[in-house]
């Protein structure tokens, strides 16, 4: 099994001056439940290189089992230190997309032609695509092979609006993530603010926060083995 996952390469949190970028745990927990099951992974982002860590997920309460494992795996550090440019990699070489998330594809995978191109050669193809947190939003201009919106009439969840509230970015965001899928005719769903919550609706997956990201992995690596 070759699974892609793909980081954003955005590290400004809006006109704050604060940094942000992808969520380490959102990263890791996927990684690895995709790792121990045997899938060959490849690391892509916009820019290529090392993607930015939102500083708030490297922070000590933020951290978990697969943080600290990912801190002492040197294989997995080299990885992500070289992701592979999106515009660079062909859909068709992989069976499978993972999107975590962090405030960052709000801003560049959200609008990135070649995120959105990669998308919609999945839905073409049938091939699963999972997404957690705030990375459902780069589901925002894509449309699947009928000229719909992706999302629309699917069940799905995201980054809740009261989750955004909670942080204090509601009006830093670009968009919220509900409101767009709400927006595009998504079926929305979401669970407790902060506990886990995963819609699977077809081949397309998304989980609900920074909780949902080991339980989305789950469902893609379910789905790849049917």
């Not at 990669?118 to 699963?128: D, H, Q, T, Y």
């Not at 989750?163 to 409101?179: Q, S």
Request: aromatic letters at 8%; glycine letters at 10%; one cysteine or more.
């Amino acid at each position: 099994m070759d699974v892609l996952m793909v980081l954003t390469s955005h590290d400004a949190l809006g006109n704050t001056g604060k940094k942000t970028g992808f969520w380490l745990e959102e990263f890791a927990a996927p990684y690895y439940v995709l790792h121990d099951a045997g899938a060959r992974i490849t690391l892509a982002s916009p820019k290529g290189g090392q993607p930015p860590l939102d500083p708030k997920s490297d922070a000590d309460d933020a951290q978990t089992a697969d943080t600290r494992r990912f801190k002492g795996d040197l294989e997995a550090q080299a990885a992500l230190a070289n992701t592979v440019k999106l515009a660079d990699l062909n859909a068709e070489t992989f069976d499978a997309v993972f999107f975590p998330g962090g405030h960052g594809p709000l801003w560049d995978l959200a609008e990135d032609r070649h995120s959105i191109q990669l998308i919609e050669a999945f839905e073409k193809a049938g091939r699963p695509v999972a997404a957690v947190c705030h990375a459902p939003g780069i589901f925002r201009h894509v449309h699947d092979k009928s000229g719909k919106f992706l999302v629309a009439g699917r069940h799905v969840t995201g980054f809740a609006n009261t989750e955004e509230a909670a942080v204090g970015l509601t009006e830093v965001v670009p968009f919220l993530v509900e409101d767009m899928l709400v927006a595009n005719g998504g079926l929305y769903e979401k669970g407790d603010d902060w506990a886990p919550h995963v819609v699977v609706d077809d081949r397309l997956i998304t989980g609900q926060n920074p909780a949902s990201s080991k339980g989305a992995a789950k469902a893609l690596m379910e789905m790849l083995r049917q």
